[in-house]
């Protein structure tokens, strides 16, 4: 008897498990970035063949998120150390984060939802 109603409050609590901890779908006209490191970095953007827009803070826990432009296919994504000196290439509809690398620095890494 004791065990069932554990098994039942087990089931409850995976039943109610918030959607929240689970990652969210990204529509497909959106980039998405999310600083998931403890650190507030200075990155900037450039819109397909555009030119580099300014340096922007991005502190901890925020998104950066940006509605494509028509006619525009990819998005480049760039921050200052501690992350790697790369330009990265963002695809719409896609989800980003920037989290820890092996080398003790951050690295931008496409998550699957």
Same mark, same amino acid.
């Not at 498990?17 to 006209?29: F, I, K, M, N």
């Not at 970095?41 to 826990?61: H, I, N």
């Not at 296919?73 to 989290?99: A, I, N």
């Given at each position: 008897?004791?065990?069932?109603?554990?098994?039942?409050?087990?089931?409850?609590?995976?039943?109610?498990?918030?959607?929240?901890?689970?990652?969210?779908?990204?529509?497909?006209? +959106?980039?998405?970035?999310?600083?998931?490191?403890?650190?507030?970095?200075?990155? /900037?953007? =450039?819109? @397909? *063949?555009?030119?580099? #827009?300014?340096?922007?803070?991005?502190?901890?826990?925020?998104?950066?998120?940006?509605?494509?432009?028509?006619?525009?296919?990819? +998005?480049?994504?760039?921050?200052?150390?501690?992350?790697?000196?790369?330009?990265? /290439?963002? =695809?719409? @509809? *896609?989800?980003?984060? #920037?989290?820890?690398?092996?080398?003790?620095?951050?690295?931008?890494?496409?998550?699957?939802?």
């Amino acid at each position: 008897m004791r065990a069932d109603a554990l098994r039942w409050a087990l089931a409850a609590a995976l039943v109610a498990a918030p959607a929240g901890a689970r990652p969210q779908a990204v529509p497909g006209s +959106v980039f998405l970035v999310k600083n998931n490191s403890a650190a507030t970095l200075k990155c /900037r953007y =450039r819109v @397909g *063949e555009g030119a580099w #827009l300014k340096y922007f803070a991005f502190k901890p826990g925020a998104e950066f998120s940006l509605r494509q432009p028509p006619g525009v296919r990819e +998005v480049l994504f760039f921050c200052d150390p501690p992350v790697k000196r790369v330009s990265y /290439r963002l =695809r719409p @509809g *896609e989800r980003y984060s #920037l989290l820890p690398a092996g080398d003790g620095g951050l690295e931008l890494r496409d998550i699957d939802t």
